[in-house]
């Protein structure tokens, strides 16, 4: 039959060569059998890409939680900070608030402070208005009794005709701290007298005389004020030499005024600088004349 078979296809003219019917059988086997290896290997590939893909999810699942715990911690990091930052600035307000009540009272104790210090020191004063200073007495020229001293001095340097009655000094004595600067230099004394006239015609007399000595030493008579004043009064010593220099008179009023007497105008200055101002104001334009003369005088004689 095989024969047959073959010898009919050839004489029907296909040309191509009879396949006997077990090896075509083998051929559709091979192919099968190919496609189910194709599949296994197909599915078992698709297993793995399953477990990678939910090993991946379960991965991202887990990093996503800690990720929402980290969220989770930081928002309550963040509330506590908020808390924290809340309760800062009602600290900060409370101490801000106390600090302005704080300034307000400490510049009322300065105010009340300067009240007290301005009447304490118009005190001190008014206990000292009736004290002199005495500079330029030789050490131990008073012996033992500086108040029966005193009696003697003060008369014999200024007239005794002007002290018709005893002079009465309550209390008189060295000041204790000998000057540093020299101390070669005698003491100032001070002295107390009953009589408010008394110290103030003592004044009077001693400003009328050019010069007074004693054992060839010049004698200062002094009033005696607290060292408030004593400041404010020095702090016009270099301004008052100016006027001292133009033949300006003037004067001291207590506390610390100047007062001066020029051309028959009386002026007083409360500070320094307005007695400065005053000399710039009403010399500038004489000194400026007489400095454009003198710049002139050379080419003149020229």
């Given amino acids: 039959m095989v024969c047959f078979q073959y010898c009919m296809d050839g004489d029907n003219g296909t040309g191509a060569e009879a396949v006997p019917p077990h090896r075509s059988s083998s ?9 189910m290896s194709n599949n296994q290997t197909m599915a078992g590939d698709m297993e793995k890409i399953l477990q990678a893909i939910e090993a991946s999810k379960k991965e991202l699942l887990t990093n996503l939680q800690g990720i929402e715990s980290k969220v989770i911690n930081l928002e309550l990091s963040m509330s506590n900070l908020a808390d924290q ?5 009602e600290r900060v307000s409370k101490t801000e608030d106390d600090l302005a009540a704080a300034q307000n009272s400490i510049k009322k104790l300065e105010t009340t402070v300067a009240t007290l210090q301005s009447k ?5 004063n008014k206990s000292r208005q009736s004290n002199l200073l005495i500079v330029g007495v030789p050490e131990g020229s008073e012996g ?13 340097l200024l ?3 002007n002290f018709p009655e005893p002079i009465a000094v309550e209390r008189s004595h060295r000041i204790a701290v000998r000057n540093r600067g ?3 230099k005698s003491r100032p004394i001070i002295a107390k007298f009953q009589n408010y006239q008394d110290k103030l015609k003592i004044l ?5 005389h050019r010069e007074l000595r004693f054992k060839d030493r010049r004698i200062y008579f002094f009033p005696d004020y607290s060292e408030a004043v004593q400041a404010k009064r020095k702090a016009f010593l270099p301004v008052k030499k100016k006027f001292q220099s133009r033949g300006i008179r003037y004067a001291m009023l207590f506390p610390a005024v100047l007062s001066i007497d020029y051309e028959g105008t009386k002026s007083r200055f409360y500070t320094p600088k307005a007695a400065e101002d005053f000399l710039r104001v009403t010399f500038q334009g004489r000194e400026s004349d007489s400095s454009m003369e003198e710049d002139k005088e050379p080419s003149l004689c020229a």
């Fill in 27 to 35: 051929r559709k086997n091979l192919r099968g059998a190919h496609r």
């Fill in 85 to 89: 930052n809340a309760a800062m600035e």
């Fill in 120 to 124: 304490v020191d118009y005190m001190e």
């Fill in 144 to 156: 033992a009794d500086t108040g029966a001293f005193l009696k003697r001095l003060i008369p014999g």
């Fill in 159 to 161: 007239g005794a005709d």
């Fill in 182 to 184: 020299d101390p070669q």
């Fill in 204 to 208: 009077r007399l001693s400003r009328e």
